[in-house]
């Protein structure tokens, strides 16, 4: 293993992410199954992962990574998804929003907008664009809601506004896609009058903490395979609202102008 071209070209080296993550263990499954002995999975963070492909994509270098959609990479930068023809990867999914047990009980608004909270692909590409040209945050959300008030109108409509000051902890992942849909959550619910909080985790204690109720509500659920650990330890002990997005996808990506197009090809 590790001979042809494209593992030499890389080191025999694919860019991941944070080691807890369901696309990690999907991409250590994928060394399995296409039997790339002599390759290594390099553990880091999303954020180490965008670093290392904008310094070899400005000077035109090879370079394997672990990626997901929605995801800006795909709009700032010129990629593409290796083939992945056994499957190691899984399908397209939804992402789900989670509360702890007893959140509609305890504060019916915000059970009230985070179960019907429900976007498309492109909407949260928006908000992860803002925050990849430089706006905090925060800031990208809030201008996202301001934009459309339409939408945010469906998600409130008829909802009554919290008692002042009412908190509310949303527990999050510091994925680019989850920084977004989770600022973009907490906008709405400052909306509707309460004080949330956001709770960066990695993604056990965010799992624990919903079950445990240290979190009221978290909107990182990829299911039903990248998050299906934590789905299958917990689901008894947490509140599944359903789908907030659907048409995900996750793979080993590549700058189009690597001359390689399926996972085949690395051995
Ligand atoms: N991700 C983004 C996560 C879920 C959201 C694909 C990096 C993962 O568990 O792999």
Redesign the pocket.
């Known amino acids: 293993g590790g001979s042809s071209g494209v593992a030499q070209s890389v080191n025999s080296r694919i860019i991941g992410?944070d080691p807890g993550?369901?696309?990690?263990k999907a991409a250590a499954q994928a060394i399995k199954d296409y039997d790339l002995a002599g390759w290594t999975l390099v553990e880091g963070s999303?954020t180490a992962m965008t670093a290392a492909l904008d310094k070899a994509y400005r000077s035109k270098e090879p370079i394997i990574v672990t990626g997901?959609t929605p995801h800006w990479m795909f709009i700032k930068y010129d990629l593409k998804y290796l083939d992945d023809p056994r499957g190691s990867f899984g399908g397209s999914e939804e992402i789900h929003t989670i509360a702890r047990k007893g959140l509609q009980a305890d504060l019916p608004s915000a059970y009230a907008f985070l179960d019907r909270f429900a976007w498309q692909a492109s909407d949260m590409e928006e908000v992860m664009n803002k925050i990849a040209d430089g706006a905090q945050p925060k800031d990208a959300a809030d201008a996202w809601v301001q934009e459309h008030a339409d939408l945010v109108a469906k998600w409130t409509e008829g909802i009554a506004p919290a008692p002042k000051g009412q908190k509310i902890k949303l527990a999050f992942?510091a994925?680019d896609?989850?920084i977004a849909s989770t600022n973009v959550v907490r906008s709405v619910l400052a909306k509707l009058g309460y004080s949330p909080e956001m709770l960066q985790v990695e993604?056990g204690p965010m799992w624990a903490g919903i079950a445990g109720g240290d979190a009221d509500a978290m909107v990182?659920a990829?299911l039903p395979t990248?998050?299906k650990d934590y789905y299958d330890k917990y689901k008894g002990q947490v509140d599944d609202l359903g789908a907030n997005l659907s048409g995900?996808k996750?793979g080993l990506v590549v700058p189009s102008y690597m001359d390689v197009q399926s996972i085949e090809d690395l051995k």
């Open positions: 992410i993550s369901g696309l990690m999303g997901w992942v994925w896609s989850e993604i990182a990829w990248t998050s995900t996750l």
